[in-house]
């Protein structure tokens, strides 16, 4: 039964969510994991794309269960970089070879849709990068304003499709008002990159699998998913994943198959569970590779879930670290703004 369903989900062929559980408990893995690295390579090619993250406020007027930089924990060391040493940064990204800047922060009501536009503008006109913005729910006139200024992508995750999960881990955020606002950012043009996180407390393989099929549904440009990890300052401190780690890269590979022309990232929290986590996950349906450039400094001010990997290692290093495990995996950089695969622009 696992190995027909297997075929069917690599015909295209409509997945339902006892189909999709049928696969996360699927027992011959390398076969799951050879058909998503074939379907990567058909048609997303070699290239691995570097977006750099700078992750540039940790200061968040939310309250996730789970984040460290939850608005409730006095116990972190706000900032904000200047934007003087993000425009540095930048530069910096351009000779490193990254072809896309992620700018994340937490919701910081300081950064106004004016800040952030002239922000972006500097950036467009004084380096060829990409520019990916991440700072949580905001209004239409800001997506608007924020595309006019040379933004060419937005992320957003909604973290579940289950609305008393969802309200269970946001307590103060509703999931249907994200999810316009997802709705939104396609309705204006602009490449959008969604996801969820894998084992959140009490989550049932019916309900991974049901995310599963949502994300898909979303016809997402990017899809970036990652297994749940508590900050010991939160209240969901002592809460486990539900699901081990074998769930965690069957649902990359699953999610490249249902998703063959999305760009998949392996994120930062694949390593903190496994110092070669990123590497699999590339052999397992990935595409991106998403280094910190944040500067040193703060970086260790912006830990979202403990073990976070590279906070004591300079931008620098990162970069070469990054190209050497490219070079180890037999892939290749990509040297274009890896924009999406589904863009008649491209």
């Given at each position: 039964m696992h190995t027909t369903i297997l075929d069917h989900v690599k015909q295209g062929q409509t997945m339902t969510v006892e189909n999709i559980v049928s696969l996360l408990t699927f027992p011959e893995v390398d076969s799951l994991y050879q058909a998503a690295n074939?379907?990567?390579h058909n048609n997303m090619g070699d290239d691995i794309y570097l977006r750099g993250i700078i992750e540039f406020s940790n200061i968040c007027i939310k309250n996730c269960n789970y984040c460290g930089i939850r608005g409730s924990n006095t116990e972190i060391v706000p900032y904000r970089i200047p934007d003087k040493d993000i425009l540095n940064t930048c530069q910096k990204m351009v000779d490193w070879g990254y072809t896309s800047v992620v700018l994340q922060s937490g919701e910081d009501p300081f950064y106004t849709t004016e800040k952030l536009a002239k922000l972006i503008m500097v950036i467009k006109e004084t380096t060829p990068l990409a520019i990916t913005l991440s700072v949580g729910e905001r209004d239409e006139e800001a997506y608007r304003i924020w595309k006019k200024a040379g933004m060419d992508r937005y992320l957003l995750r909604f973290e579940t499709s289950d609305p008393k999960l969802f309200k269970a881990c946001h307590p103060d955020d509703d999931l249907f008002v994200r999810l316009e606002c997802l709705e939104t950012l396609r309705n204006k043009g602009i490449q959008v990159g969604s996801g969820f996180l894998?084992?959140?407390?009490?989550?049932?393989?019916?309900?991974?699998?049901?995310?599963?099929?949502?994300?898909?549904?979303?016809?997402?440009?990017m899809i970036g998913i990652g297994p749940f990890i508590a900050h010991p300052n939160t209240p969901f401190a002592d809460q486990p994943n539900s699901f081990n780690s074998d769930i965690f890269y069957k649902t990359i590979a699953i999610l490249r198959l249902l998703n063959p022309l999305a760009h998949i990232?392996?994120?930062?929290?694949?390593?903190?569970?496994?110092?070669?986590?990123?590497d699999l996950v590339l052999q397992r349906g990935a595409?991106?590779?998403?280094?910190?450039?944040?500067?040193?400094?703060y970086r260790e001010h912006y830990q979202l879930y403990p073990g976070k990997p590279c906070i004591t290692?300079?931008?620098?290093?990162?970069?070469?670290?990054?190209k050497g495990r490219i070079k180890r995996l037999g892939r290749t950089l990509g040297n274009d703004a890896g924009h999406s695969f589904k863009n008649p622009l491209r």
């Open positions: 074939e379907c990567r894998i084992g959140l407390p009490n989550e049932t393989l019916e309900q991974l699998a049901h995310d599963i099929l949502f994300c898909t549904q979303l016809n997402l440009d990232p392996a994120t930062t929290a694949f390593d903190a569970i496994d110092p070669n986590g990123r595409n991106v590779f998403m280094p910190n450039a944040t500067p040193m400094a290692e300079s931008s620098d290093d990162c970069a070469g670290c990054v």
